[in-house]
């Protein structure tokens, strides 16, 4: 037991989170990053790769649900998903929980962090067993020029564009995942924050809106992201996420979230006025 462990999240030189741990589950380093997953006195067991926190019991659902539900129920009928990142599973977990998806390949470059959730994370991993998510170790980059599989639904779900995330954020790799994609497909990307990233946001955006037919950015709060407030960035091949969006399909499916709703699902889109001139002439309303 670690009576007087603090962990402090550090955010550029200055903003910082703080975190009561009370027990340390695993340390590693991969040839990639540092993975460990501490037990919080407040937030439950978290993840953090590299010093900053990926993933929370208490605040997981948040970025899960929304990053999963907005995009597969925009897509009239999504069968094939890819996920890229997304070592805890949280994100596949919610692919699968619609009935329609018939398979979803992971593609997560750190066996480190997918083995460290697998063994102690287990309320975002434990789906990773389901026959219909196909687990694959490599490089989403590599992936995504390389596969001549095609996907109704791509999600980016990266850390922040450092390390081995860094080549997630450029044109080359959207332009590999706009040839991944079905004739309607959606792609949905981890956006960063609108306070304290506001130029990466911008990147991405402008990257997508060059490629892509329809841009838009759709915003969540959570409590463990720095300034809590953060993006998606959601691109498709013609797709428009509130006019092609019946709610009347969420009600229908069943399915019960903890974060995601139909209203949650329209407002996401109203943006902050300091958010929309920044984005200016790079999204769709």
Not at 220 to 237: D, E, I, M, Q, R
Request: glycine share 6%.
């Amino acid at each position: 037991m670690h009576s007087n462990l603090w962990i402090e999240e550090k955010f550029r030189d200055f903003y910082g989170m703080r975190y009561k741990v009370e027990n340390v589950l695993f340390s590693g380093k991969s040839e990639f990053q540092t993975v460990d997953v501490v037990e919080t006195k407040g937030h439950g067991k978290m993840l953090l790769n590299d010093g900053l926190v990926m993933v929370t019991e208490r605040d997981e659902f948040v970025y899960h649900d929304m990053i999963a539900h907005v995009p597969l129920f925009v897509h009239p009928n999504p069968k094939k998903v890819l996920v890229i990142g997304g070592g805890d599973g949280g994100t596949a977990r919610e692919v699968i929980r619609h009935e329609s998806v018939e398979k979803c390949v992971m593609v997560e470059i750190d066996k480190m962090v997918v083995d460290a959730c697998l063994e102690h994370i287990p309320l975002t991993s434990e789906k990773l067993s389901d026959p219909r998510i196909e687990l694959r170790i490599e490089d989403g980059i590599k992936y995504v020029k390389e596969t001549t599989e095609k996907f109704d639904v791509i999600l980016v779900d990266s850390t922040d564009p450092i390390g081995p995330a860094q080549p997630l954020f450029n044109e080359s790799f959207y332009q590999d995942i706009y040839n991944c994609l079905t004739d309607n497909g959606i792609v949905v990307s981890q956006g960063e924050s609108p306070w304290y990233e506001q130029t990466m946001q911008k990147k991405l955006v402008s990257i997508k809106n060059k490629l892509f037919e329809k841009t838009f950015i759709y915003n969540f709060v959570n409590l463990t992201y720095p300034g809590s407030f953060w993006s998606f960035t959601f691109a498709t091949k013609g797709l428009h996420p509130i006019e092609d969006f019946d709610a009347k399909r969420v009600a229908a499916s069943g399915l019960e979230f903890k974060y995601y709703n139909e209203q949650i699902h329209s407002g996401a889109f109203a943006l902050p006025t300091f958010q929309k001139k920044e984005l200016e002439g790079l999204i769709q309303n």
